[in-house]
T-cell receptor, first 110, second 114 residues
């Protein structure tokens, strides 16, 4: 069965500190993983995806198939990074679906 | 281009009633998915439609149904509402290319069942 686990419900860091939001997955196929972010009063939006290997707003995430992880990292957190972050696994089974983790609320304090 | 539009934004219904929610995808997107978001369960996949056909379905009872029209607009229906159906219902649209399955979300419809 496909599963995405985000072990931390809440992560609080100081501005300028490094951030790592953890995501582990279980999937027997070749995974396609995403990080989505939801800022206060805004819609859920894509932050980054593993196939593009890009850095968005200073965030990066590397797929580690050996550890089945896709942790989100940023070296220096900013107050505007405060938001809800969701790790998601794209599953193709005759149709398309996203399997989301429960989310981690990131709070960056000055 | 215009984003995913969901209507209405808010709904209050009574137990036992039924409700229909609407979603207009981004122009050119043929895949429309629906998700239920609750504080306890998080985001859960309901179903996905493509070219007016349901291709994939999550683990929800038959009271939850949907459809897609020829212009890719989609509706979802919940019959015999229960208190536990209170949630934010999100619609997402995407191009149907397996290597580019970025989903664009609407702002959601907040359903409250009393």
């Amino acid at each position: 069965a496909q599963r995405v686990t985000q072990p931390e419900k809440l992560l609080s860091v100081f501005k300028g500190a490094p951030v790592e939001l953890k995501c582990n997955y279980s999937y027997s196929g070749s995974p396609e993983l995403f990080w989505y972010v939801q800022y206060s009063r805004q819609r859920l939006q894509l932050l980054l995806r593993h196939i593009s290997r890009e850095s968005i707003k200073g965030f990066t995430a590397d797929l580690n198939k050996g550890e089945t992880s896709f942790h989100l990292k940023k070296p220096f957190a900013q107050e505007e990074d405060s938001a809800m972050y969701y790790c998601a696994l794209s599953v193709w089974d005759s149709g398309y679906a996203l399997n989301f983790g429960k989310g981690t609320s990131l709070l960056v304090t000055p | 281009k215009a984003g995913v539009t969901q209507t209405p934004r808010y709904l209050i219904k009574t137990r036992g009633q039924q409700v229909t929610l609407s979603c207009s995808p981004i122009s050119g997107h043929r895949s429309v998915s629906w998700y239920q978001q609750t504080p306890g369960q998080g985001l859960q996949f309901l179903f996905e439609y493509f070219s007016e056909t349901q291709r994939n379905k999550g683990n929800f009872p038959g009271r939850f149904s949907g459809r897609q029209f020829s212009n890719s607009r989609s509706e979802m229906n919940v019959s015999t509402l229960e208190l536990g159906d209170s949630a934010l219902y999100l619609c997402a649209s995407s191009l149907d290319r397996r290597q580019n399955t970025e989903a664009f979300f609407g702002q959601g419809t907040r359903l409250t069942v009393v």
